[in-house]
């Protein structure tokens, strides 16, 4: 087998999020919704908890949304595995079972004083590299958030993830 087919039989999730980056999935200014990261937010049964948050929800979409945590359990439904259906990326913690490092697929959870952040391992070849929703490309193309790949520094993850 070659590393792609071994790669989708371990982690099939990450075919789904690499097609997701293909598509060239990114925000859109303002009051209009991309559609498809509406489907990501959709997964996130917290934002739909009440009549209010709905609403909201889909009023603001993914300007009002930080869709990071959604772009993940997205993925995971895809191939037909159940995340957390939760909108925080610190909900990540405590779903699955750990890791002791990274791994190509695994479910990467970070913390800065200001932001919390989810994404998926994508390289560990000594140049670590996620891909995830809600974030800028590594190196230029825009500055709206995206499904994109970037470097992932190792001083800020709280820990690694994988499915049961």
């Not at 070659?2 to 303002?30: C, F, L």
């Not at 009023?59 to 990071?68: H, I, L, P, S």
């Amino acid at each position: 087998f070659g590393s792609d087919v071994a790669d989708h039989y371990m982690a099939p999730w990450m075919t789904i999020a690499r097609a997701e980056e293909k598509r060239n999935v990114v925000e859109i200014p303002g009051k209009k919704h991309h559609p498809r990261i509406m489907d990501y937010i959709r997964t996130c049964d917290t934002l739909y908890a009440t009549a209010n948050k709905a609403k909201y929800t889909e009023r603001e979409g993914e300007e009002g949304v930080k869709w990071c945590s959604a772009f993940v359990n997205w993925c995971m439904s895809e191939v037909g595995l159940k995340g957390t259906r939760d909108a925080r990326a610190l909900s990540w913690l405590t779903w699955g079972k750990p890791l002791p490092g990274p791994q190509f697929g695994a479910v990467v959870v970070m913390k800065t004083a200001s932001w919390r952040h989810v994404a998926f391992v994508d390289r560990v070849d000594g140049r670590f590299t996620m891909l995830g929703g809600n974030q800028k490309r590594a190196s230029g193309g825009g500055i709206s958030d995206r499904v994109s790949y970037r470097p992932l520094n190792s001083s800020i993850i709280l820990g690694y993830r994988w499915p049961v």
